[in-house]
């Protein structure tokens, strides 16, 4: 992976507001917004690779893509850190030490006539056992056509491979693909992906960072990933919840060592100050947060413990 000149200083991101989860292992900080959390919106399950919950009055779903399982072998979560000192910290968790696994999901959200879709999980790549996200939206109730917008957190191929089918065409032919100006550029730049920006170009609409995407949706800059990596706040009047993309990847490891060093960050030192900034403001805040690859369906709170930060899944 590249690496970028030195760190930039910190970033700083703007929350408006927060959510008050109702996980039962912190309480809410005072400053947390009092709107409820976000709750299945019904007891019937749709699909076992469908969660449906609500934010404010709008109906979303959690829909999983797939896992990826990765060795933990000191090269791509917690490069350089003793093996033996990952395995403590995992097994404090109650985690297996030897293969970490991450989950592959996207988010759908339903706003009055739109059709919202965060990510598109992995696709047919080989490197993951993914795949199903079509299905997992069609038994949401969506068809692909009826995508309005698709919000990519990064040009990984884990977020964008579901963009496109086998035959290279877009799978989203009428939504709008919104992804940051750096991003966008950066993807042009690769000759690996003539084909998949040659599918979306069409439909792209690039944004500038931290910028106000569609109606309800906030861009937020999280550097370092990649080039323009962004999380997105979605936002229905007090109801609020945080899709971090690749902000963090493992439920245990990114947010209880924020600092550790993931192999699939570009600037890994300026990663890193994004990823303790992000889970810090998330903590304080109490915002609910949506990650693609903490475990089904990653949904839940950051919350400060013993000096560190962890992962409070919504209950």
């Not at 709107?35 to 399950?45: E, I, K, Q, R, Y």
């Not at 790549?125 to 939206?137: I, K, N, S, T, V």
């Not at 323009?228 to 490891?253: K, N």
């Not at 994004?274 to 810090?280: D, I, K, Y």
Request: with cysteine; proline share 7%; aromatic share 6%.
């Amino acid at each position: 992976m590249r690496r970028s000149a030195p760190v930039r200083a910190v970033l700083v991101l703007a929350l408006a507001g927060a959510l008050a989860a109702c996980a039962e292992q912190a309480s809410p900080p005072a400053a947390a917004d009092a709107a409820p959390s976000p709750v299945p919106a019904d007891t019937a399950s749709v699909s076992a690779d469908v969660y449906r919950f609500r934010i404010g009055g709008l109906d979303a779903a959690v829909l999983r893509d797939g896992d990826i399982r990765v060795a933990n072998d000191g090269k791509t979560l917690a490069v350089g850190v003793p093996k033996a000192e990952v395995d403590a910290l995992l097994t404090r968790a109650g985690e297996p030490t030897d293969t970490l696994q991450l989950a592959v999901q996207a988010l759908l959200v339903r706003s009055g006539d739109r059709v919202l879709l965060f990510d598109t999980g992995a696709g047919a790549a080989e490197f993951a056992d993914a795949g199903r996200l079509q299905a997992a939206l069609r038994a949401a109730g969506v068809e692909p056509g009826q995508v309005t917008d698709v919000f990519i957190s990064h040009a990984h191929p884990d977020h964008v491979g579901g963009l496109t089918g086998d035959a290279g065409q877009a799978v989203f032919a009428n939504a709008t693909v919104h992804l940051s100006a750096p991003e966008w550029d950066a993807l042009q730049a690769e000759p690996a992906n003539a084909a998949l920006v040659a599918a979306i170009a069409p439909r792209v609409e690039a944004f500038a960072p931290g910028a106000d995407v569609a109606p309800g949706v906030t861009a937020v800059a999280v550097d370092g990933h990649t080039p323009g990596h962004s999380a997105f706040e979605i936002t229905d009047g007090d109801a609020r919840l945080l899709y971090i993309g690749d902000a963090a990847h493992h439920f245990v490891i990114s947010v209880q060592r924020p600092a550790w060093t993931i192999a699939f960050d570009g600037d890994a030192p300026l990663a890193e100050a994004s990823r303790e900034a992000l889970l810090a403001r998330a903590a304080d805040s109490g915002v609910t947060v949506a990650s693609p690859h903490f475990p089904y369906p990653g949904l839940g709170r950051i919350v400060r413990r013993d000096g560190t930060f962890v992962w409070a899944p919504l209950q």
